[in-house]
């Protein structure tokens, strides 16, 4: 991980470490930070806080499967809600109308920038 504290982001991966069209997770970096995940679509990804916003579980029912069979969906595996990958947002399942926690991504030099706090518990 590289912070840049002139912007005060932080790398979360190459781009190229995510296979375009699928997703990977990303650790808490400790108790004070909840886990991410990111999927790429492209030259561009989407970075999500790992957490259901209708149960507070996390998404994955193994290691980066966050993802529908089509790849087209985010699935919450524990009650099989669904969100939108371009903007969380609960498109089926028990929270409809709510969304994920989206954090905002630059693409810089091949890395996705996110920001040095995000994640963090409040």
């Known amino acids: 991980m590289h912070t840049d504290f002139n912007t005060g982001q932080r790398s979360l991966c190459r781009i190229d470490d995510i296979p375009d069209g699928q997703a990977r997770g990303f650790a808490s970096l400790d108790r004070s930070h909840r886990s991410l995940f990111a999927i790429r679509r492209g030259q561009r990804a989407f970075v999500y806080v790992n957490e259901c916003p209708h149960a507070g579980a ?15 969906r985010i699935i919450c595996f524990a009650h099989n809600a669904q969100f939108a990958v371009e903007t969380g947002n609960c498109t089926g399942g028990p929270c409809t109308g709510q969304s994920l926690h989206a954090i905002p991504v630059n693409i810089v030099n091949g890395l996705v920038m996110i920001p040095a706090n995000a994640g963090r518990v409040d």
């Not at 193994?62 to 993802?67: C, N, V």
Request: proline residues 0%.
């Open 58 to 72: 996390e998404l994955e029912y193994a290691q980066d499967r966050f993802l529908s069979a089509d790849g087209e």
